[in-house]
């Protein structure tokens, strides 16, 4: 079993629409969560960090089920411009990040 | 402008041949890291340095060496032993919060 998972996707979707992505991770010792955005072969970009509580930025909602081990990331009306690829990362405890492979997610007119 | 310079942004290599990808960071932050990316993958750690003078293997650092003389710079060589070098290579810092930074990557291919 891969340490993260992730649905590769395309999640195809309409501007204005509401899209959820979920990222399961099998090492119960992870301790810091995180999405990132990558665009079309750029450098991946931190989208924002998952504390235990869940928090918001804007149309971005992250949250953290450590139960049962997956993190999750809520876009509200999404835009074109979201269009690019997600990937969640996690620390076990090295001060180094395990990725996931990655979302793509396709916001269409 | 505090940030990660990778260069060169295309680098092409002969079977056979070793060579050095340059990361440089004037942000200050103690770790640096080596990721490798292949298409339609997530990243995989190679190496990375929590501090001057010391590092650690990564998930993948067969075929692969790095130095880290220097806070501002971390250098990883592709080695002759490294089958299948083609990729996209991201180095990147972490901050003091955990949230790691990523520079520009530098994309190797094998002629």
């Known amino acids: 079993r891969k340490e993260v998972e992730q649905d590769p996707g395309p999640f195809n979707v309409p501007e204005g629409a509401t899209v959820a992505f979920n990222c399961t991770y099998s090492?119960?010792?992870?301790?810091?969560f995180f999405w990132y955005r990558q665009d079309c072969r750029k450098e991946p970009k931190l989208l924002m960090s998952?504390?235990?509580s869940g928090n918001e930025d804007g149309r971005f909602t992250a949250q953290l089920n450590r139960a049962s081990q997956y993190i999750s990331l809520l876009i509200r009306d999404s835009k074109l411009s979201d269009s690019a690829t997600y990937l969640c990362a996690l620390d076990t405890g090295r001060r180094a990040l395990t990725f996931g492979s990655g979302t793509r997610l396709q916001v269409q007119p | 402008d505090g940030g990660i310079t990778q260069s060169p942004k295309y680098l092409f290599r002969k079977e056979g041949q070793n060579v050095t990808l340059s990361c440089e960071q004037n942000l200050n932050h103690d770790a640096m890291y080596w990721y490798r990316q292949d298409p339609g993958q997530g990243l995989r750690l190679i190496y990375y340095?929590?501090?001057?003078?010391?590092?650690q293997k990564g998930d993948i650092a067969e075929g692969y060496s790095v130095s880290r003389e220097k806070k501002e710079s971390f250098p990883l060589t592709v080695t002759s032993a490294q089958k299948n070098p083609t990729a996209f290579y991201l180095c990147a810092t972490l901050d003091r919060y955990n949230e790691q930074f990523f520079g520009p990557g530098t994309r190797l291919t094998v002629l």
């Open positions: 998952v504390y235990s």
């Open positions: 340095s929590q501090i001057v003078n010391d590092f």
């Open positions: 090492n119960s010792a992870s301790q810091s």
